[in-house]
C-alpha cells in the first residue's frame, strides 16, 4: 500500500510466491522496495527456495523484517537467524578489528582497548584452523571470537533493518505501546491503513538519503528535481 504495485495478501501466510518490485515516491526520491516470498525456518540450507530470497536481501541499502505483531518475537527470533546463518548481519556494525594478510613474518597481535573474549593464543588458534600463518591483528574493540571469524571470512554483509510489525488491530494497546518503543521497529495495519506515512518516513531516515539541489550561477536554485546521494 506504500508503493504503486499490488501485491497479492491474503488472511494466511507466504501469499508472496515470486519478488515483486514497486516504487515509493518521498521527499522527490524513488525509492525501490521489493517485496520477496516469506522466509521459513530451515531457508539458509535452501528450504522454500530461501538462498535466493536472502541473497537478494544482501544488495539491500536497508531491509524491512516484516512480522507478525501477535507472533512478533518468534518470527524475529527466526528471521535474524537465517539471515544470520548465510552472512547477513542485521542492524550491527561491522566489528573494528583489522587483518592484513602478510608473505611472511609469522602472526602479529596487537590491541588498543582490554579484550574479554579474545587473547593473542585464541587468535593465533583461530588462523590456525583457516591455514592463516602470516598475518597482522589488530583488536581496536573488545571483539568476540565469532566477529573476529567474520572478518576472517570477509564476506558478512552489514545491513540496517526495520523491524515492521504488521496486524497490530488484533492485539492490545498495551502490547502495540511495547512493540513500538523496541529499537528499530515500527508498528502498522495494513488492513487499517495505520502508520503507513510513519513507515515511509522511517524507511527515509534508514537509507540515509541526501537531497541535493543544484543551481546555475545567476539563477534561482532548481528545487524540482534534486540528486539523491
Not at 539458509?44 to 544482501?58: M, S
Not at 552472512?87 to 602472526?107: E, H, Y
Not at 597482522?136 to 571470512?153: C, K, L
Request: net charge negative.
Amino acid at each position: 500500500k506504500i508503493t504503486d504495485t499490488e501485491s497479492a495478501t491474503a488472511a494466511y501466510e507466504f501469499t508472496t510466491l515470486t519478488a515483486v518490485p514497486g516504487n515509493i515516491k518521498h521527499n522527490g526520491a524513488e525509492i525501490q522496495l521489493l517485496d520477496l516470498p516469506g522466509i521459513v525456518e530451515g531457508a539458509a540450507e535452501g528450504k522454500g527456495r530461501g538462498r535466493q530470497v536472502i541473497a537478494t536481501a544482501r544488495t539491500a541499502d536497508l531491509v524491512l523484517l516484516m512480522l507478525d505483531a501477535g507472533k512478533g518475537a518468534v518470527h524475529k527470533a527466526l528471521l535474524e537467524e537465517e539471515l544470520f546463518k548465510c552472512g547477513i548481519r542485521v542492524n550491527i556494525k561491522p566489528p573494528d578489528v583489522t587483518l592484513t594478510i602478510k608473505k611472511a613474518g609469522g602472526i602479529s597481535f596487537g590491541k588498543t582497548v582490554p579484550l574479554t573474549h579474545m587473547n593473542e593464543k585464541l587468535c593465533r588458534n583461530i588462523l590456525g584452523l583457516y591455514k592463516i600463518h602470516n598475518a597482522e591483528v589488530v583488536f581496536r574493540e573488545d571483539a568476540t571470537d565469532d566477529q573476529f571469524i567474520d572478518v576472517i571470512e570477509g564476506n558478512r554483509q552489514y545491513l540496517p533493518a526495520l523491524y515492521v510489525y504488521n496486524k497490530c488491530d488484533q492485539i492490545t494497546i498495551e502490547e502495540v505501546d511495547q512493540l513500538a518503543r523496541q529499537p528499530n521497529s515500527v508498528v502498522i495495519s495494513c488492513e487499517w491503513d495505520l502508520n503507513l506515512d510513519y513507515l515511509v518516513e522511517r524507511i527515509w531516515e534508514g537509507l540515509n538519503l541526501i537531497r541535493v539541489y543544484t543551481k546555475k550561477r545567476g539563477n534561482p536554485p532548481d528545487v524540482g528535481e534534486p540528486f539523491i546521494m
